[in-house]
Structures are given as C-alpha cells and as structure tokens.
C-alpha cells in the first residue's frame, strides 16, 4: 500500500455522525493519539476536524465520563483539541459535539500537519518536517504495511482559500492562489523558502 493511500484514507470521513447532539467514544481517537505521543515527531501532530462548516456547523463541545464533563476547545476552522489522558480514556470518556446543519453533510477528519507555520524556512526545516510526516504516517499504518509503503510526495503549504500569496524560492518570486505544493525533488534542491504570508496549514503532499 502506498502511503499515499493511506493519508487519503485519513483525510476523509472516519466517523459518521448522525444527528446532533452526538456523542463519540473517545477511546477511538486515544489510540491515534497514543501513535503519535509514544514516537518523537516534535515538529508534526495529528489534528481533528469537522470540515464543510457551511453544511455542518459545530456549535459546541464537551469531553465528559460519569462523573465530570469538560468543555472541548474547538476553533473557527472547526478543528477539535482533544487531550491525550489515559483516565478519560479507563473513565470511557464521551466527546459530545452539538451539531447545527445536515447530518448526512456530518463527517470527522484526521490529518497529519505541521505543529507551527512561519514565513521562512531553512532547507534542513522542511527536509525534518518531511521526515517526521513520513515517520508518523509509517507508525499509523502499522506492521506489516509500514514495510511496503511509499514516502509521501512532499509538502503543501495552505493559505487562506483563494488568496494571493508571493513566495519566493531561493530568491526567486512567484505568485500563488490558495495553496504551494513543494515536492521531494524541489525540497532537495532549494536552500530558503520566503513566505509573504504564515500558511494555516502545512501537510503531506499526496
């Protein structure tokens, strides 16, 4: 299996939700999360979605066992900041989502990303940001598969959606709209990378 495959698989829906309020069992994002604090990926995490905020609003959240609840920070761009706890987890803790729009519009997402994004990068930053990508998507497919996959194609850099952003590479400028998708190849080559914007978001190419 390709490892691009498997970030495409990671990228969709992987929870249906039905209709709100919903309650998930947070021991199914324990375990992804578990992947990711048992290796040393300082610089990449794993970050949780709710995509489509114009057909399927999240309104509010809550972490919550028998005894306590806790709300849930979430941002504007609807990604959910769930704890890494191995008591919520023994404690069969619920993560509770009041949802506004369509159920069937209702999906949650997992992408691996960047921890940070900044305005300039150093060859030796993105090649250990593409090294610690492929190293978390290796330890997320699991054995045997880790043994058959394939590095991903490199980096994307996401702006606001259809924004002009100046980049330049080396020195030299281009314009971009929306997104600039570096692969293995160009990474190896360059030396700086300028920004005129901070990207939101910084993933595996596929």
Do not use: W
Request: hydrophobic share 40%.
């Amino acid at each position: 299996m390709k490892k691009s495959l498997l970030f495409s698989c990671l990228i969709v829906a992987c929870s249906s939700l039905q209709a709100a309020p919903i309650s998930l069992e947070y021991q199914g994002f324990y375990q992804r999360l578990k992947q990711v604090n048992k290796g040393h990926y300082p610089l990449v995490e794993l970050a949780f979605f709710v995509p489509g905020k114009d057909k399927c609003r999240i309104e509010s959240g809550t972490i919550s066992t028998e005894k306590e609840s806790f709300p849930l920070t979430i941002t504007k761009d609807q990604r959910l900041f769930l704890p890494f706890d191995d008591k919520l987890k023994s404690d069969r803790a619920l993560i509770n989502l009041n949802i506004e729009g369509q159920a069937e519009s209702c999906n949650i997402s997992m992408q691996v990303r960047a921890k940070q994004t900044k305005l300039n990068y150093a060859q030796s930053e993105l090649l250990e940001i593409q090294a610690q990508m492929d190293a978390l998507l290796d330890e997320m497919q699991g054995f045997p598969m880790r043994y058959f996959s394939s590095d991903i194609a490199g980096i994307n850099f996401v702006f606001e959606p259809g924004s002009k952003v100046s980049v330049k590479i080396d020195g030299v400028e281009q314009l971009v709209t929306g997104s600039l998708q570096l692969s293995r190849e160009q990474i190896s080559q360059l030396k700086a990378l300028e920004l005129a914007s901070k990207p939101k978001v910084i993933s595996p190419r596929t």
